[in-house]
């Protein structure tokens, strides 16, 4: 019988009991290690870019909760430039999210166009086109900051049949949300920045793959660019993910309850959460995700109600990610994301739900 969700979290990657020592050992702070006057060791470490036992625990356990293989990485966007740059040559095309993270769709725009990568961008939900030709499919699902869901298993089978390599960033969603390896998908990329840490103190970023060739290639690509976390910062994504399960939980019940109290308003439009049974995601949501994320994205018709509103609310506070434990909620547009003025992404946190919910409704009254 498989651990329940919160059993695996509190227990991956941790070491073997040891009589006197710690749990979660702490961080190695190293650059070089002592070598063996003789010369290196395969077995040994050597030097913090290739080796560090800290981070190690960490791809352990991320490892453990995603199903194969981890690689962390200095952030999100290390992974998956990282996996970009290393699978694609020349000549070849990939498929990206035409409304995921706008980041990624820059640099796509700017660094592998230029090295004559050609670029589809297609939209979360669908519909996807014949994938001849294609080398490499990157889905976000469910996109930020739209909330878009696509079916996992359906694009692994084309993409399958087309020799296509079929990676899921798994961000939103998180390892207990759903397991695009298990849906079929080649590769998992994801912002642990987000709800895997989720106490909005570090970057981190990780791939996880079965795949034998593709893990070869990341971590050459890795240990030659340097892209990898410092020791305490995956020590402390470590420490971090032991909640995981506890925080999403909350989350998730706190989505639930604004997605439901922001629907019944007239002065708020466009709720979109996947978990809502009427939104259009929810029958692929209901079937492939384990739970439902802690965001809820919706729309308060201008920035400048939006800026009233956070204005008014105690508890919301203005920042630009999601997946921590204070409810925050950013504008997209600001950044440049092809929302509307007023769209807003509100990431729930582990507050009281009666709260929550009571300081959301004031903020609202106050700027209607
Ligand atoms: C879906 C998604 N992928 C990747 C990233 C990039 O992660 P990072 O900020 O850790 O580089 C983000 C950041 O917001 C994201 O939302």
Redesign the pocket.
């Known amino acids: 019988m498989e651990l329940g969700d919160g059993t695996r979290c509190v227990r991956a990657g941790l070491p073997e009991p040891v009589p006197g020592e710690p749990f979660l050992p702490g961080p190695v702070f190293a650059a070089p290690y002592h070598l063996d006057p003789a010369g290196p060791s395969p077995d040994r470490d050597g030097y913090a870019r290739m080796d560090n036992p800290t981070r190690r625990r960490l791809e352990s356990a991320i490892g453990e909760l995603e199903g194969g293989d981890c690689l962390v990485f200095s ?6 430039t990282g996996l970009l740059l290393s699978v694609l040559r020349p000549g070849d095309t990939a498929l990206l999210p035409a409304d ?2 706008y ?2 769709r820059a640099f796509a725009a700017a660094t592998l166009r230029a090295q004559a990568v050609a670029v589809m961008l297609i939209p979360t939900a669908g519909p996807y086109p014949p994938l001849g030709g294609v080398r490499l499919v990157l889905l ?1 699902t469910p ?3 739209g909330l878009e869901v696509c079916d996992i298993a359906a694009v692994a089978a084309i993409a399958r049949a087309a020799g296509t390599l079929l990676a899921v ?1 798994n ?2 969603a998180t390892p207990l949300g759903q397991r695009p390896l298990a849906l079929g998908a080649d590769v998992v ?6 709800a895997l840490a989720g106490h909005s103190d570090l ?3 990780y791939l996880v793959t079965r795949d034998s060739a593709v893990l070869a290639r990341l971590r050459q690509w890795r240990d030659q660019t340097g892209a990898v976390p410092g020791a305490f910062d995956a020590w402390l994504a470590h420490r971090s993910l032991a909640t995981l399960d506890l925080r999403l939980e909350r989350q998730s019940a706190n989505a639930a309850a604004v997605a439901t109290r922001l629907s019944s308003r007239s002065d708020v439009a466009g709720v979109r959460w996947p978990g809502l049974p009427g939104d259009r995601s929810h029958p692929v949501a209901a079937r492939q995700m384990r739970r439902m994320p802690g965001v809820v994205s919706f729309d308060l018709g201008s920035a400048d109600r939006v800026a009233r509103f956070l204005a008014a609310s105690r508890l919301v506070a203005a920042a ?3 997946g921590g434990l204070h409810t925050t909620a950013d504008r997209r547009a600001q950044w440049g994301d092809d929302t509307s003025e007023g769209f807003v992404r509100l990431s729930c946190g582990i507050e009281d739900t009666d709260d929550l919910l009571a300081d959301l409704s004031a903020a609202l009254d106050a700027t209607g």
């Open positions: 952030s999100g966007q290390a992974a998956i995921g993270y980041t990624v976000e996109s930020n900051p960033d961000t939103t990329v994801g912002s642990g920045t987000k970057l981190l970023g630009t990610s999601f």
